[in-house]
């Protein structure tokens, strides 16, 4: 079932491990259709499918391959919920609207798993079940955040006490859990590339290799210019995600970039099982620090120390490898076998930016590190209102186009999420002494796999306190929990 290692597409296990996909070609001619969708990730993908699926004409531009950077080279956690915590968007439209909003974000995700099972997609292997592990042991907030999803929101969730939490991920480092048992993770590349030849079958036309160069969005048809033939379309769909301000630059400016590094180990054996007792998906710290999953049976995928600038994924080798070893002292020194980046788009609310910028021009952006539910979400908001004349994506007005800040914002928000993740590690550090300091016992650790093991502090200590030489000072967490 698995391809050959796609050269064109960012090296990694999900390169490594696609499914055999065609490629499309290139625009060559005029077009004329009543949707044109720019940009072939999640967002667009699902969009040109869905108002194909209602019965209209649609042209699918893609400057590169289909789902190429996030969507395609993600951690694959399909999550309810959004970028930013529940508190906060109930704190902005009210405890209704943002009932109405979790209930939008839990059909995106039903939307996932349906399409996957409906169609019986390959190589996609969805698996229940995310863990989001404190690392501190304020479980009092948790709590209060678990009551208020199951009992106000609806959502099947909840708090597993740490001796659960312990006895299924053998660390000290974690306390208290949230479980979602509705959410899972997938392959997100087999996801993307499942769903492109989806939304062929239903008749969108998919142009890879085709970048949107310039459009005009005046008069009822509007015109998309690409390099080699125009496409003229009552409607434009923009989901180009961070790429998108090469094309509207006052639009690109909206979204912070993170670029976010993955990891997977070589095949680690029966240790990753004994250490890592959970199929699902984990997500740990306040800040999210690491996000990770075992895959391919005996592989672990590891995501962290993003940033707001592109760097090489080489440079995270070895904080990659010290999270693990400070989280699972027990597998040993692992040996990474497969390193790559992603970019996102953050906005400045941190919630999705969907809705209509002018008569006929769509926006399907800015989905964060919560996206995976989010575009499906989104995809489906745009469809209905485009065939429909449904008005649900005004939900999200509240939630209106910010300016990000240029660099200075970029600095900013490195200087403002720095601080975070130091008191999120010194918050974890003090519930480590407070525990060691209740029990008289030392507190249980994990038995070191093999002899040759290094201590723990050589692959950069169990506290995290100290970064690995490799780690630029600014990193900044991913949001892909909520
Ligand atoms: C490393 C990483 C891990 C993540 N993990 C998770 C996770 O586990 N769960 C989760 O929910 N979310 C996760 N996210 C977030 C999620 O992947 C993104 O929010 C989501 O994939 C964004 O989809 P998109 O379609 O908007 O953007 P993209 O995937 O970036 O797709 C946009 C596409 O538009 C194209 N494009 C841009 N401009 C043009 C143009 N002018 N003409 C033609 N094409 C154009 C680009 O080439 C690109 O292919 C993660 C993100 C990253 C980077």
Not at 245 to 255: D, K
Not at 326 to 355: F, K, N
């Amino acid at each position: 079932m698995n391809g050959p290692v796609r050269s064109d597409y960012p090296p990694s296990w999900y390169a490594a491990t696609a499914v055999a996909s065609p490629e499309r070609p290139p625009l060559t001619s005029d077009l004329d259709v009543d949707v044109c969708v720019v940009g072939a990730g999640l967002a667009g993908l699902t969009t040109a499918r869905e108002i194909a699926r209602g019965g209209w004409s649609v042209a699918l531009l893609e400057a590169r391959r289909i789902a190429w950077n996030a969507s395609g080279f993600n951690c694959g956690f399909v999550l309810p919920g959004y970028a930013v915590p529940i508190g906060a968007i109930i704190e902005r439209v009210g405890r209704e609207r943002a009932k109405e909003l979790w209930a939008l974000s839990e059909q995106g995700l039903e939307y996932v798993r349906t399409t996957i099972a409906d169609a019986d997609l390959p190589g996609v292997h969805p698996r229940d079940g995310w863990l989001s592990v404190s690392k501190s042991d304020d479980a009092e907030a948790l709590i209060a955040t678990v009551e208020l999803l199951s009992d106000e929101f609806g959502a099947e969730v909840e708090s597993w006490a740490v001796d659960r939490v312990r006895q299924t991920l053998q660390t000290n480092s974690y306390f208290n859990a949230v479980h979602f048992p509705r959410a899972f993770h997938v392959h997100p590349l087999n996801y993307a590339l499942g769903l492109a030849a989806l939304a062929e079958a239903a008749g969108v036309h998919v142009f890879e290799h085709t970048p949107a160069v310039a459009i005009d969005p005046q008069g009822v048809r509007k015109r998309i210019e690409t390099p080699n033939g125009r496409v003229r379309a009552a409607h434009v769909v923009l989901a180009g995600n961070v790429h998108i301000g090469r094309l509207m630059r006052r639009l690109g400016g909206t979204l912070l970039p993170i670029w976010t590094y993955l990891a997977t180990t070589t095949p680690l054996g029966a240790a990753l099982g004994e250490a890592i007792a959970f199929g699902g998906a984990v997500s740990d710290g306040e800040r999210a620090d690491n996000h990770y999953r075992v895959v391919d049976g005996d592989r672990l995928l590891i995501s962290g120390r993003a940033t707001v600038w592109q760097s090489d994924p080489r440079r995270f080798a070895e904080s990659l490898r010290g999270d693990i070893a400070a989280l699972y002292p027990q597998l040993g020194r692992v040996a990474i076998e497969h390193l790559w980046s992603g970019v996102l788009g953050r906005t400045v609310h941190g919630m999705p930016q969907i809705g209509e910028l002018s008569p006929g021009i769509w926006l399907a952006s800015g989905f964060g590190g919560h996206g995976f539910n989010t575009t499906a979400m989104a995809g489906n908001l745009i469809a209905r209102a485009v065939v429909e004349g449904d008005d649900a994506w005004r939900l999200f007005l509240p939630y209106e186009l910010i300016w990000a800040g240029g660099a200075a914002g970029r600095a900013a928000a490195q200087i403002g999420i720095w601080w975070g993740r130091a008191t999120s590690e010194a918050k974890a550090r003090q519930a480590r002494r407070r525990e060691a300091e209740a029990a008289p016992e030392p507190a249980r650790l994990p038995a070191a796999r093999t002899a040759e093991t290094p201590p723990a502090s050589a692959a950069q200590g169990p506290d995290r306190a100290r970064p690995a030489p490799d780690d630029p000072p600014p990193a900044v967490p991913q949001d892909v929990s909520a």
